[in-house]
Structure formats: structure tokens, C-alpha cells
């Protein structure tokens, strides 16, 4: 395992805090010559966080419109107007694991599609290339069961 991303990570939450780093230490500790990269879901800088050997992050909060979202994943990075998302998606599509962070539920009912569509991003560009993925026990849903939900089914299915 060469490259290993963890995606929509959350900082300046002790809970979340403490969850990334556990996660990071059992990776650190069976992937010796991994390099590590953290996608922080943050429209700041990240602070307080320690330096790891072979680990890097950067923080990558876009709303880009679906159109984009989609285009620049199946380009794999190369066409879009978002510059973070197409470094997102450069990333991911370079991932020979995607670990899908701990944290609260964005991916429900209760926030609007745009949003949703932005914390999808690994699991669609998870299906595109086919990366594993893996989620690492993020709190999802709930869902309206009275509409269809096909893509955010078809999504969860790619995962380990």
C-alpha cells in the first residue's frame, strides 16, 4: 500500500481529534513506507496538528456545483472550475486506499444535495477508479425512505 488518503477528515473536535489520530497510528504502524494524506473538510487552517513522519494534509472545504463535481471527477482532476476540488480529486485518484474519516452526519436528509454531493466526492471517484474505500464509522443519515435515494445507494455500495 503506497498512498493511503484519508478524506473529510474534521479538526478542532476532540472527538473527531482523537478518532484521526488512533486511525493514524494503527496506519502508521502496519503501512511503515506509506505516504499518508489527510484531507481536512475545513475552510481553515489546520493548527495544533502534530508533525507525523509520511503524513501530510491540507484542507479542502469547496461547494462546487454537481455539474463540476462530476466532471472533474471523471477526468480525474484535469477539467473543472474548483481548483480544491480538482486537487481532491487528484489525490484521491492517486490513492491505492480511501478511508472515509470519523465525524457527524452530513450525509442525510437534513442537508441540502450540494453539500452532500462535496462529501460524496470519495465515494464516486472510489467507483471511477476503483480504489478501495473504507469508512472509518462516520455517523450517516437519516434518510427520507419515501424518496428514492439511487445514488447515495449506489455510492455506499463501493465501499470495503
Not at 477528515?9 to 505516504?35: F, P, V
Not at 463535481?69 to 473543472?80: E, K, N, P, Q
Request: charged share 20%; net charge positive; aromatic share 12%.
Amino acid at each position: 500500500m503506497k498512498n493511503i488518503t484519508i478524506v473529510n477528515a474534521h479538526w478542532n473536535n476532540r472527538g473527531d481529534e482523537a478518532a484521526l489520530l488512533a486511525i493514524l497510528e494503527g496506519l502508521q504502524r502496519k503501512y511503515t513506507e506509506s505516504q499518508i494524506t489527510i484531507i481536512f473538510k475545513d475552510g481553515e487552517s489546520i493548527e495544533q496538528f502534530k508533525k507525523l513522519d509520511n503524513v501530510d494534509y491540507y484542507t479542502a472545504k469547496f461547494n462546487a456545483k454537481i455539474w463540476d463535481i462530476w466532471l472533474t471527477s471523471a477526468t480525474r482532476g484535469l477539467l473543472g472550475l474548483n481548483g480544491l476540488l480538482k486537487k481532491t480529486v487528484r489525490t484521491l485518484a492517486q490513492s491505492d486506499l480511501i478511508i472515509y474519516s470519523p465525524g457527524g452526519s452530513v450525509i442525510n436528509k437534513r442537508f441540502f444535495w450540494r453539500k452532500q454531493m462535496e462529501y460524496l466526492v470519495p465515494f464516486i471517484c472510489a467507483n471511477f477508479y476503483n480504489t478501495p474505500l473504507m469508512i472509518a464509522a462516520p455517523s450517516i443519515g437519516p434518510f427520507d425512505t419515501s424518496k428514492p435515494n439511487r445514488i447515495i445507494k449506489w455510492l455506499l455500495k463501493s465501499t470495503l
